[in-house]
């Protein structure tokens, strides 16, 4: 509700700043999520409202995290609605398989009847409020040559994940305000803007769910919308992270990035790092630069060498990246899952030494290695045999062969 603001009996709503009558908790719209949203205390206005779409900061009640909660304004006829929630179950369903991705607390849409009708609401975890961008151009901070690879890698990462889907996703708008943290103090890399929305509407290959969500001084325009144009916008990225400079400056012809300017104003020690990005090579093993100038390998959450696996039918299966073993991935397998009590049975995850198999604990007695339920983080080797699923619900165990686990 909006009156005038030479009323001296309205005020500033204290949720999205917009004039109310002082003797009510919150104006209308506001006032609807509070209502709607019985397990979030709604804190604050994450940002100002954008068409059919606000965002608020908030507090789950159940557990006392502090999230952020994205809604729509009810009315479902309004096209950017449909976009929302399009990629919202989007960003729901990958970011179950890449930790560089928003994690997803629900995305549901609620049914009940209000002045508002029903209305979509995304719920995702609070990161820092910093992006990138204000990192380095307003607080002046640089990423030290071991933070500037933690943050190629956990944007590769998840850039690998959105474009291995058929069709494959384009970010198409990766740019230094893109790019969040879960914490002021490190710098592991969260990709934003898929929850937008932006450009999802025609859902043809290639979704573009960011292409115009993050506008802004850095962005770089006149980009491609495929994946090879969202290596070129990490390239850039990692350019600003390291030197301070605006992607922007690397305009050459047609406003694209001149790759020769970009390779040469990088350190040595991630020249050929970002040369093989720009190849469409993987990057996410690089190793850490040592004291004399070569590599030292870390903890880097990935094995040297990719997981293979056996399938029942004799094909192999290799992995390269933390992999869920999850329902989908069962069925595209021929396994039944549907007694299975949790969406993810396990991980396949690479750590320093090896690969290792990591059961999903909220799911215990599904499943086994050699024949033997797993409880905690167990390495693999070759001749191991995986098998998901509980007999007494009727679900037949579908042996998986590793064939290797270096």
Request: hydrophobic share 40%; aromatic share 4%; net charge neutral.
């Amino acid at each position: 509700m909006t009156t005038s603001a030479r009323d001296p009996k309205t005020g500033p709503c204290p949720y999205c700043w917009n004039e109310t009558r002082l003797t009510e908790a919150a104006c209308v719209v506001c006032a609807e999520s509070l209502h709607v949203l019985d397990r979030f205390r709604l804190t604050g206005l994450a940002h100002a409202p954008d068409g059919a779409v606000q965002r608020w900061h908030a507090e789950d009640l159940m557990t006392g995290a502090l999230v952020t909660v994205t809604a729509t304004d009810g009315l479902g006829t309004h096209r950017p609605e449909t976009e929302f929630e399009a990629a919202a179950r989007l960003l729901e369903h990958l970011s179950a398989e890449c930790p560089s991705l928003p994690r997803v607390l629900t995305a549901t849409r609620e049914r009940r009847t209000t002045a508002l009708g029903a209305r979509f609401v995304l719920v995702t975890e609070r990161l820092a409020p910093a992006t990138l961008w204000r990192r380095i151009e307003h607080d002046g901070a640089r990423p030290t040559a071991d933070d500037a690879l933690v943050l190629l890698r956990g944007l590769a990462s998840g850039l690998a994940v959105l474009h291995g889907r058929l069709p494959p996703v384009v970010h198409g708008d990766l740019a230094p305000s893109a790019v969040g943290f879960r914490s002021d103090t490190t710098w592991e890399p969260v990709l934003l803007g898929l929850e937008t929305g932006a450009g999802l509407a025609a859902m043809a290959p290639p979704i573009t769910p960011a292409a115009v969500a993050y506008a802004s001084p850095e962005r770089l325009a006149a980009l491609p919308l495929t994946p090879e144009g969202d290596r070129v916008s990490l390239a850039a990225v990692l350019y600003f992270a390291v030197t301070g400079t605006p992607p922007t400056a690397l305009r050459g012809p047609g406003q694209g990035v001149d790759r020769t300017r970009l390779i040469e104003g990088l350190p040595d020690w991630l020249r050929s790092h970002v040369d093989r990005l720009l190849d469409g090579d993987s990057v996410l093993g690089v190793g850490l630069p040592g004291p004399s100038g070569g590599t030292a390998e870390r903890s880097t959450g990935r094995a040297a060498a990719p997981l293979v696996i056996a399938r029942p039918d004799g094909s192999e299966l290799a992995m390269s990246l933390p992999t869920p073993l999850t329902r989908r991935l069962l069925r595209s397998l021929g396994n039944e899952t549907r007694f299975l009590d949790s969406e993810q049975q396990a991980l396949f995850e690479p750590r320093e030494d090896g690969w290792y198999l990591v059961p999903n604990t909220s799911a215990p007695n599904e499943t086994l290695l050699n024949g033997e339920t797993v409880w905690t983080g167990t390495r693999l080797k070759a001749g191991d045999v995986v098998a998901v699923g509980r007999a007494a619900k009727g679900v037949a165990k579908l042996p998986l062969r590793v064939v290797s686990a270096v």
